[in-house]
């Protein structure tokens, strides 16, 4: 049963209206296997993971294979609360799927049931996973040992869906398409006091503040200008009252770079600031630093390039180039385990960012996906 436009489009919505956190997926999960088992294929076998139980793959048995491919497809959603308006807008209040995954899976899905129906030549992989967003599910899954054996693919695929793009539009680029991230968290802990009596008290928003201004040095004074890199504090949390000297002051944010040996000067940096902020003012420093499995999405020179040429030759396909971006994606971390290509999938909502509350993706796009990826995994197939 290869699945409709009109059923993909179904599909998206049913999935739109159930989103999830990481590791929290468990009616999208439940709602992904009904559709699955549907496919009636003999040579289709789902396998789940009892340590990750919201994460889904599937195996495809070639008629000849010479290798094993792999498409990977992420499936949870944000702590945001949905202002789209519509009809099949979230049922599960502050929770959305403001970053697309819902088109991600239905395009998954869309793939899937062709090669249920017709069977391929090599062996192909799908996986659903869970924990993009946070808890880098990717990660977790490899480090099960889930991928080995016949499980193992020898290159594999992701899609990112791409609101500034015309709906359809397939891009991507040789090397680094998106930045790895490492998540900031840390704490400042002084002594508090009266706002009278400074000399009694430890000002830990003071430390703060400091923190905030030296992190903007990290980039501009350590990292080649060429690369590129992002230190972001997002929040910052202190004190309760405009007369008490703050005891303790927590910020969280984020560094962003496209090369991993940036990352770690970065981290490296920020751990010395960090260090020498609290000797400086006489405060304690809890510093977390946590990249888990966002590291550069860096895409195969080979595979790119082959990849491009068949999107650009098909006449079917709008195909752009595009420069990188400092979006943070765990699928970074499968692409340095196994050679492959992330790519832009054009979703033609210009006018809202990925992240926003008011993301509504254009369904065309669903079928365009499908159709460009299923020509391409055929094509692959044949060489």
Not at 178 to 189: M, P
Not at 253 to 265: E, H, N, P, Y
């Amino acid at each position: 049963m290869t699945l409709t436009q009109d059923k993909l489009i179904e599909i998206r919505r049913q999935l739109h209206q159930i989103p999830e956190l990481a590791l929290q997926e468990f009616k999208t999960a439940a709602y992904l296997t009904q559709i699955i088992e549907q496919f009636s294929s003999p040579w289709l076998t789902l396998k789940t993971v009892p340590e990750v139980p919201t994460a889904i793959l599937v195996r495809l048995a070639g008629t000849n294979p010479t290798r094993t491919i792999g498409y990977r497809a992420d499936i949870d959603a944000l702590p945001i609360a949905e202002q789209t308006g519509l009809p099949f807008a979230s049922t599960h209040a502050g929770i959305m799927h403001a970053c697309g995954h819902d088109m991600h899976m239905t395009v998954g899905l869309g793939v899937l049931s062709y090669f249920a129906e017709h069977q391929p030549k090599d062996n192909l992989i799908f996986f659903f996973q869970p924990a993009e967003e946070a808890e880098y599910g990717g990660k977790r899954v490899f480090d099960l040992g889930v991928f080995t054996g016949e499980w193992q693919p020898d290159e594999f695929y992701g899609l990112h869906d791409n609101p500034q793009l015309p709906t359809g539009v397939i891009a991507t680029r040789p090397g680094t398409l998106f930045a790895g991230a490492t998540e900031i968290h840390v704490t400042f802990t002084g002594k508090g006091g009266h706002a009278a009596f400074p000399q009694l008290a430890t000002d830990a928003i003071v430390a703060g503040a400091a923190f905030v201004n030296q992190v903007q040095t990290v980039v501009s004074r350590n990292v080649d200008p060429v690369h590129g890199g992002v230190v972001t504090l997002g929040t910052f949390h202190a004190g309760t009252a405009g007369n008490i000297i703050a005891e303790t002051a927590h910020l969280d944010g984020t560094i962003r770079a496209f090369q991993q040996a940036d990352m770690q000067l970065m981290q490296t940096r920020v751990r010395t600031i960090a260090d020498g902020i609290a000797l400086t003012y006489g405060v304690q420093v809890d510093l977390e630093l946590n990249q888990g499995g966002y590291m550069p999405v860096e895409n195969d020179a080979e595979l790119t390039a082959a990849f491009i040429d068949y999107m650009q030759a098909d006449p079917a396909v709008q195909f752009q180039d595009i420069a990188p971006a400092m979006t943070g994606e765990d699928f970074g971390f499968l692409l340095q385990q196994f050679p492959g290509v992330m790519f832009w999938l054009g979703v033609g909502d210009e006018a809202h960012a990925l992240h926003d509350a008011h993301l509504n993706p254009q369904e065309a796009a669903i079928m365009a996906g499908v159709t460009s990826i299923t020509g391409w995994l055929n094509q692959r197939m044949e060489n």
